[in-house]
T-cell receptor
Framework: GAVVSQHPSWVICKSGTSVKIECRSL??????MFWYRQFPKQSLMLMAT?????????EQGVEKDKFLINHASLTLSTLTVTSAHPEDSSFYIC?????????????FGNGTRLTVT | AQSVSQHNHHVILSEAASLELGCNYS??????LFWYVQYPGQHLQLLLK??????LVKGIKGFEAEFIKSKFSFNLRKPSVQWSDTAEYFC????????????FGTGTRLQVTL
């Protein structure tokens, strides 16, 4: 089945630094990629939707200047957490949807656990 | 905006027991419904989905779910759980017109004991 690779799987960074997370669709072209955030014991919350070649659409309350999303190709989207702070520590998950998915289920990456010290 | 409620946060069952996990959503329009499973250390995987037609949906690994429109529910069931079913289960909804944005419930942690 379709595979989505997310890298890195975990990262620890110092407060004030930036961290880039990659999401790749390995065997299909992802027209749309979604970025989610999951706090412990809570649900996945959609942060933003990105379509290849256009600006990402952010959900209410998500700072677009802090969480930079780039969907440069049909197989790669990146999320950069800029000037990270401890409160940004969380589990970030991407998902991807292909051309013919319609409302079909999305394919998820394994997630990235970010710890900001 | 739509929301999804999973009332069971943590369920502990013995092997061979029957399972039912509750899922209710709030949205007045047409929805697509999903159950995902996340095994320890692994990514989310689709268990089953409902788009239209027969409201009783069968998924992988012996799971099934029933869409009851009048109750805004999509409960997950399995007649006899196995130890390997230990995982986190998420109910999710796509409301029509939301560009495939999944709204997730808070998840239910299922622990199956031997």
């Amino acid at each position: 089945g379709a595979v989505v690779s997310q890298h890195p799987s975990w990262v620890i960074c110092k407060s004030g630094t930036s961290v880039k997370i990659e999401c790749r669709s390995l065997d299909f072209q992802a027209t749309t990629m979604f970025w989610y955030r999951q706090f412990p014991k809570q649900s996945l919350m959609l942060m933003a939707t990105s379509n290849e070649g256009s600006k990402a659409t952010y959900e209410q309350g998500v700072e677009k200047d802090k969480f930079l999303i780039n969907h440069a190709s049909l197989t790669l989207s990146t999320l950069t957490v800029t000037s990270a702070h401890p409160e940004d520590s969380s589990f970030y998950i991407c998902s991807a949807q292909g051309w013919d998915s319609g409302n079909s289920p999305l394919h998820f990456g394994n997630g990235t656990r970010l710890t900001v010290t | 905006a739509q929301s999804v409620s999973q009332h069971n946060h943590h369920v502990i069952l013995s092997e061979a027991a029957s399972l039912e996990l509750g899922c209710n959503y709030s949205y007045g329009g047409t929805v697509n419904l999903f159950w995902y499973v996340q095994y320890p250390g692994q990514h989310l995987q689709l268990l089953l989905k409902y788009f239209s037609g027969d409201p009783l949906v069968k998924g992988i690994k012996g799971f099934e779910a029933e869409f009851i429109k009048s109750k805004f529910s999509f409960n997950l069931r399995k007649p006899s759980v196995q130890w390997s079913d230990t995982a986190e289960y998420f109910c999710a909804v796509i409301a029509t017109g939301t560009a495939s944005k999944l709204t997730f419930g808070t998840g239910t942690r299922l622990q199956v004991t031997l």
